[in-house]
């Protein structure tokens, strides 16, 4: 076989632009996620010379590993040299070691209440079979490391929710009207740099007070901590969307008014999607400071989740509480940063592209 | 009665004159063409005809009933295009359709659409957004916009201004053929001297700003259709372009001439034009 294909070459280069453009195109994706270290590393894969992609490679890629390494042996030297009442501060190996601790735990007390429902549904059929009422109940056990991120994570996006739906009609109200405007502002301003800490006992005894009702459609010290989250996250949202709505090109107004838009025409079609890039930042901040806001209203009102279980081993005091405490912290940071992640692909996906 | 009609308007904005003594007649069915140097207030008097802006002194008048707010019926084609970032070429002209014809079914909106898009020649770019459109293209999106209101007349603010050279002659001769299909009532501004001349039924021509005023109206008696190579070679085209070079040399250089500071408008031409303001002065 020594004939030459001439359309061979074409086509084989024909195929090399179509994978660069893909990877050009994943790249905006890689960005948005936060992994655009992953761009140079296909381009040298797909056949580019790998001296160009060097320099990229090592700042994307080779000082934030670098950074991390550097972090975690300067830790390590240092946290056995600090003794406390529980023993020195573990070092990284220790708390991965309470990382993997915490996950057998989850795996063991899922295996026991796999276990405990499987023998009740056998007991359950032998009462169907001798003609009883088969008997449910729930299993008990204590609360996974898992269960209590779940519970966090709910918590922190029902209480943001209610934030959202709250601040982003009081928002445009805001920007839109210049009276709104001037009643909103001393609430946001008296209001907003209130702590959760503050917030908390008035929500919990109004919470009590007012849901009565034992529909078990929520928890009361769920519905505390989210309203807790929900009064100090609106403010970012209410400010950004506010401030959004006021700074519309005042071009575009113009034509909205030639064209005698109807209000909720205009906000539909005008107001809406030139804001959205801000309203974005704001549900952003508002996530970020909901996150923040969870952990210590949970601490300090005993409500389930993760910052529950660092009040817990806190009070414990055993050796291992440390470690423990430390992978709860590394958890609350790595979710934080995902849930801010999750904010910002949201917003690329709508907010129009020359904004950006 | 004239279908728009300024009566001794002037217009500041706080402490800040800009417009003064402006009486101004515009025509049913005729093309006007305002010229005059950059901040002299041009796209504010656009402003107080569309009803934008209100007159801090005088009234604007359409159709003999004072102008209280913009609406379709008079349509404007912004300066600097105006379009809604997030929405396609079709998506802005549709905003219009949707204005002026709620009550049409989807396949008849997208007709109208589709008939305003092809107007300005943007068929191929239906579904591009303002930024993957040239500046040429955003104009069109921009007067088909404004055309797709129905307007009963067109406020066109510098529409060619931002344009290369090129571009802009084309564009203006294809207005000029867009105005010509119907004879729709248009007040187009500029700084362009032969865009002037090859659109106006008349030339207003502005003095400097501040307190700026009507400063001369000629009237261009050419024959239509225009074309610029028609123009070129008709022989009175120079005489006219010269007209209207002398009065801008006239001002040039913030030059504010003996009677804008004074607040009477150059008696000979205005008087031509409107004896009724003069008579007022
Ligand atoms: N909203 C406003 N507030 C205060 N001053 C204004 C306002 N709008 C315009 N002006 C002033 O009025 C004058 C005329 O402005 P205008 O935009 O009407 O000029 P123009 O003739 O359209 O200029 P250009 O050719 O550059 O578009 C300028 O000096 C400007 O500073
Ligand atoms: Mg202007």
């Keep these: ?356 | 009665m004239a279908f728009l009609d300024l009566k001794n308007v002037s217009k500041s904005y706080g402490d800040t004159p800009v417009l003064q003594g402006i009486d101004l007649a515009v025509e049913e069915g005729e093309f006007l063409v305002l010229l005059g140097f950059s901040g002299t207030g041009k796209t504010t008097l656009v402003n107080l005809m569309a009803g934008l802006e209100m007159p801090t002194k005088g009234e604007v008048l359409f159709k003999g009933r004072p102008v209280t707010e913009p609406g379709p019926e008079r349509g404007v084609i912004f300066q600097n295009y105006s379009l809604m970032p997030w929405l396609t070429v079709n998506g802005n002209v549709g905003l219009a359709v949707d204005t002026m014809f709620p009550e049409l079914s989807r396949a008849e909106r997208a007709a109208k659409v589709a008939h305003y898009v092809g107007m300005v020649g943007l068929s191929h770019a239906a579904g591009r957004r303002p930024a993957e459109l040239s500046g040429g293209m955003r104009q069109r999106v921009n007067v088909a916009r404004a055309l797709a209101m129905d307007p009963e007349m067109l406020l066109l603010d510098e529409p060619l201004s931002a344009l290369d050279a090129l571009t802009r002659g084309n564009l203006a001769e294809e207005i000029e053929k867009i105005w010509e299909a119907d004879k729709k009532t248009c007040v187009l501004i500029t700084n362009d001297v032969d865009e002037a001349i090859l659109l106006a039924d008349r030339v207003v021509m502005m003095t400097n700003g501040p307190r700026a005023t009507i400063g001369k109206i000629t009237e261009v008696g050419l024959p239509r259709p225009r074309t610029r190579k028609a123009l070129l070679e008709h022989p009175d085209y120079y005489a006219y372009r010269q007209e209207v070079l002398d009065f801008l040399e006239e001002y040039e250089h913030g030059n504010q001439s003996k009677h804008a500071s004074g607040a009477a408008p150059k008696p000979k031409a205005v008087a031509a034009e409107t004896p009724k303001a003069v008579a007022a002065e």
């Design chain 1, 1 to 356: 076989m020594t004939t030459v294909d001439p359309n061979f070459d074409a086509d084989r280069e024909a195929r090399r632009e179509r994978r660069f453009a893909a990877i050009t195109k994943a790249d905006t994706w890689f960005r948005v996620l936060g992994l655009a270290w992953i761009t140079p590393l296909l381009r040298i894969g797909a056949g580019d010379n790998p001296r160009a992609h060097l320099g990229e490679i090592w700042r994307l890629l080779g000082v934030p590993v670098l950074a991390i390494l550097a972090f975690l042996a300067l830790w390590g030297t240092l946290a056995p040299q600090v003794q406390t009442s529980l023993g020195a501060i573990p070092g990284p190996a220790q708390v991965w070691e309470q990382a993997v601790g915490l996950n057998e735990d989850a795996v063991r007390t899922r295996e026991r209440a796999a276990d405990f429902y499987a023998r009740q549904d056998e007991r359950n059929a032998e009462r169907i079979a001798a003609g009883d009422e088969p008997r449910y109940r729930e299993f008990t056990g204590a609360p996974t490391f898992y269960s209590q991120i779940r519970t966090s994570i709910k918590t922190v996006f029902f209480g943001f929710l209610l934030a959202t739906v709250v601040a982003v009609p009081l928002g445009i109200a805001a920007g839109l009207s210049q009276t709104a405007n001037a009643a909103l502002n001393p609430l946001i301003q008296v209001f907003k740099p209130v702590s959760p800490l503050a917030w908390l006992p008035i929500v919990s005894i109004v919470v009590s007070a007012v849901y009565v009702t034992d529909d078990g459609w929520f928890e009361k010290s769920f519905l505390v901590s989210a309203i807790t989250v929900t009064l100090c996250s609106l403010w970012p949202t209410l400010i950004n969307t506010a401030l959004g709505v006021a700074s519309i090109d005042k071009d575009l107004v113009n034509v909205s008014k030639v064209l005698k838009m109807g209000t909720w025409s205009k906000i539909r079609k005008l107001v809406l999607p030139s804001a959205l890039p801000l309203i974005f930042t704001g549900l952003r901040l508002s996530l970020g400071v909901g996150w923040m806001v969870l952990i210590a209203a949970e601490m300090l009102a005993q409500n389930p989740g993760l910052g529950k279980f660092v009040w817990d081993e806190f009070q414990n005091g055993s050796s291992e509480s440390l470690g423990r405490i430390m992978v709860a912290v590394f958890t609350i940071g790595i979710i934080g940063f995902l849930l801010d992640r999750l904010m910002y692909t949201i917003q690329s996906l709508f907010t129009f592209t020359n904004n950006r």
